[in-house]
Nanobody, 120 residues
Framework: EVQLVESGGGLVPPGGSLRLSCAAS????????MSWVRQAHGKGLEWVSS????????SRPDSMKGRFTISRDNAKSTLYLQLNSLKTEDTAVYYC?????????????RGQGTQVTVSS
């Protein structure tokens, strides 16, 4: 059974940083590209970033460039998302997802999510 368990969310002031983690199990993590998506309250899923299976190529929509960094540790079957210079509009539930994302993507497999709240 595929399991994706996110952690690391919380309440942070504008301009702050967080590092999200996603522990994967139930599949060969190192064989798959992985992604982060997010969903703000009352809005649809939004693709944040993706990384290839070996961690050498990343992608993201233009709107996400510059502040968020995706990475992975295949030895630990763990995906990461470093969030910097956070803004109130980054408030959302962040999900780890199996697969390569794109704008409009709805992943078939994702975790339960971790809440990120940016507020003073």
């Amino acid at each position: 059974e595929v399991q994706l368990v996110e952690s690391g969310g919380g309440l942070v002031p504008p301009g702050g940083s967080l590092r999200l983690s996603c522990a994967a199990s139930g599949f060969t993590f190192s064989s798959y590209p992985m992604s982060w998506v997010r969903q703000a309250h009352g809005k649809g899923l939004e693709w944040v970033s993706s990384i290839n299976s070996v961690g050498t190529i990343t992608s993201r929509p233009d709107s996400m460039k510059g502040r968020f960094t995706i990475s992975r540790d295949n030895a630990k079957s763990t995906l990461y998302l470093q969030l910097n210079s956070l803004k109130t509009e980054d408030t959302a539930v962040y999900y780890c997802a199996k697969g390569l994302g794109y704008t409009g993507w709805v992943p078939a497999t994702r975790g339960q999510g971790t809440q990120v709240t940016v507020s003073s």
